[in-house]
């Protein structure tokens, strides 16, 4: 039997800048095998090679994706055998907590030709220091972005019903845990809901509320209460001792996208743009913050102002978006010189001590 697959961000672009969350996600395995190298040194590959050998055994796997390229991973995690294998090059560089006993380092260098990247040394400093520069407009932009997004919200504030807000989150939060209370400590476990990417926002949020028994759709505006409801959520549920995967919004760190609860089978997200999706199971509910809770006619009252920070926000994402762009094509020609210069035999020689490694923790 095929194992379960399941795909995440645990590190973004945000407006706030490089993001990481790897140590919730990691912080309770046994075994973790922390990869370094440079660029085209055959990590991401390596760490899906064996997610699938894995996965075909029968194991659930967790993929964690590149937040720049969400076609890359940055970590694989077999969570029953209690293993990880990420990659600990910057930007996500892993600090350890117990060298030997938990971490290990594999350094995939070993594998270069030092004196042929060597011939390179002038392009690869110029690449580096170019994607660098990259990405600190990145930034630049998603932060202004982030600043039109707070016009945006201020609209929807100024007309909004917070004490019907207030009876509304206590409804949505009494529905879904209902009675339940659990003589345990809650394991909470932070991810992204998704990430800007160079191809723009990717998430893989139906892989991973396919299984789920108890789906909640929120509808709204920004500033429409939607990430004040999932925190309200997150403090009652861990309260009450339940498990919580929470899945923050890749744009803004600050704001929540989706609570996952597996011991109740159930999650909630914003369901609007970017990231739009509809109820298709009997089982699937709507939580319509915009209908609830604001002024009707809001929309139409402020359609010019509205249509206005729209353009100027989704202007100044795009132009965050084609930095990201740039970033990756320096980063495809960086891997050439490392791809040009590896002994990729010996990388086949680093998977086949890697399996045997965590085949016998079975």
């Known amino acids: 039997m095929i194992g379960k697959l399941k795909n995440y961000f645990a590190t973004a672009n945000t407006a706030k800048g490089f993001q990481n969350l790897f140590e919730t996600n ?24 064996i997610g699938t050998q894995f996965q ?25 055998l209690g293993v990880g294998i990420v990659d600990g090059t910057a930007p996500h560089v892993i600090e350890p907590k117990a060298p030997g006993a938990i971490e290990e380092y594999v350094n995939l260098g ?17 690449k580096n220091k170019k994607i660098k520069d ?58 992204f809901f998704g990430s800007s990417t160079s191809i723009g926002p990717v998430n893989f949020v139906e892989n991973i509320i396919e299984d789920l028994d108890f789906r909640y759709f929120i509808k709204g505006r920004p500033g ?28 803004d760190p600050n704001s929540l996208d989706m609570v ?9 997200f914003d ?21 609830e809770l604001i002024t009707q006619g809001t929309d139409e009252k402020y359609a010019l102002e509205l249509a206005d920070i729209t353009k100027r926000y989704k202007e100044t994402i795009a132009l965050g ?6 970033a990756k094509a320096l980063h495809d020609e960086l891997e050439d010189f490392y791809i040009d210069a590896m002994d990729f035999t010996k990388i086949d020689a680093i998977y086949i001590d890697l399996m045997k490694s965590i085949l016998s923790r079975i």
């Open 26 to 49: 990691i912080n309770t395995l046994d075994k973790l095998f922390i990869l370094k190298g440079g660029p085209g040194t055959g990590k991401s590959s390596l760490m899906r090679k």
């Open 56 to 80: 075909n055994r029968g194991y659930a796997i967790e993929y964690l994706h590149c937040s720049s390229d969400s076609h890359s991973l940055d970590g694989v995690i077999i969570r029953d």
């Open 110 to 126: 070993i594998a270069w030709d030092s004196q042929a990247l060597a011939l390179h040394k002038k392009e690869i400093l110029d």
């Open 134 to 191: 990259c990405y600190t407009q990145v930034y630049d932009y998603f932060a202004k972005a982030l600043l039109i997004h707070d016009e945006w919200e201020a609209i929807y504030i100024k007309h909004m019903d917070f004490s019907k807000a207030n009876l509304l989150t206590e409804e949505v939060i009494q529905k879904i845990l209902s009675s339940t209370q659990l003589d345990k400590k809650s394991h909470i476990m932070h991810r």
């Open 224 to 251: 429409s209460g939607k990430s004040t409801l999932l925190k309200k959520l997150v403090t009652a549920a861990e309260k009450r001792g339940l498990d919580l995967e929470i899945y923050h919004c890749s744009f």
């Open 260 to 268: 996952l609860l597996p011991e109740l089978s159930t999650c909630i």
């Open 271 to 291: 369901s609007t743009a970017p990231h739009e999706y509809f109820p298709s199971r009997p089982t699937d509910d709507v939580v319509d913050m915009y209908g």
């Open 321 to 326: 978006t084609k930095e990201l762009e740039k």
